[in-house]
Every structure is written in structure tokens, then in C-alpha cells.
């Protein structure tokens, strides 16, 4: 199995800044790639970005292209989520995920999951 603890949420303002962290534990040898998905009340969980392990290759939403990045470091099994220029749209519950599939911004390529980190962006 393998554990994943996301962190670094919380209330800005638009225009603010934040930067999410996950951290993987247990078998990280599975991972081929990690991603972020977002749920806010009411909608459905929506991709937000992805990362191939070994760093190679990036892939984001549109809706935060330019706006936000996504890095790993592998030495301390760690997914982190830059994210600048927040939007009230931003607001959701913020999960990372792990797996080996093929498609990287479908939810269901990613067996691991995180319980959730809370950002809000107020107007």
C-alpha cells in the first residue's frame, strides 16, 4: 500500500499565494506518476495537474495553466502544488493521488489517494 498525507492548505486572499505538499510513504515503488484533483461543494472532482515520477513530464488544467506548478522531489518521496495568482474559482478541497495508469488526468488511473487539504480563497 501506499500512504499519502497532503498539507499546506488554507485561507488567501485573490491574487495570494500557497504551496501544497504531499508526502508518500509504504510502497513508493508502485508510483509512476502523481497528480493533484480538486472538489469543490456541489461539483464533481476535477483534475488540476500530474507529474511523472522521475520529473520529465508535467501536464495542468487549463483552468490553472500559468498559475500553477507541480514538482516532486524523489529523495523525499514528496508532491508539491505551487500555486500563484489564486482565484476565488480555486476554492476546493485540494487531494493528491497516486498510480501507474496510462491517462493521467483521469481520476480512476490513481488506486492512492489522500484524505484532503482545504484551500479557500476569499474576494
Known amino acids: 500500500q501506499v500512504q499519502l498525507v497532503e498539507s499546506g492548505g488554507g485561507l488567501v486572499q485573490t491574487g495570494g499565494s500557497l504551496r501544497l505538499s504531499c508526502a508518500a510513504s509504504g510502497r513508493t515503488f508502485r508510483i509512476y506518476r502523481m497528480a493533484w484533483f480538486r472538489q469543490a461543494p456541489g461539483k464533481e472532482r476535477e483534475f488540476v495537474a500530474a507529474?511523472?515520477?522521475?520529473?520529465?513530464?508535467?501536464v495542468y488544467a487549463d483552468s490553472v495553466k500559468g498559475r500553477f506548478t507541480i514538482s516532486g522531489d524523489g529523495a523525499k518521496n514528496t508532491l508539491y502544488l505551487q500555486m500563484n495568482n489564486l482565484k476565488p474559482d480555486d476554492t476546493a478541497m485540494y487531494y493528491c493521488?497516486?498510480?501507474?495508469?496510462?491517462?493521467?488526468?483521469?481520476?480512476?488511473?490513481?488506486?492512492?489517494w489522500g484524505q484532503g487539504t482545504q484551500v479557500t480563497v476569499s474576494s
Open positions: 507529474i511523472n515520477w522521475s520529473g520529465e513530464s508535467t
Open positions: 493521488a497516486a498510480g501507474a495508469g496510462s491517462i493521467p488526468t483521469v481520476s480512476a488511473m490513481y488506486p492512492y
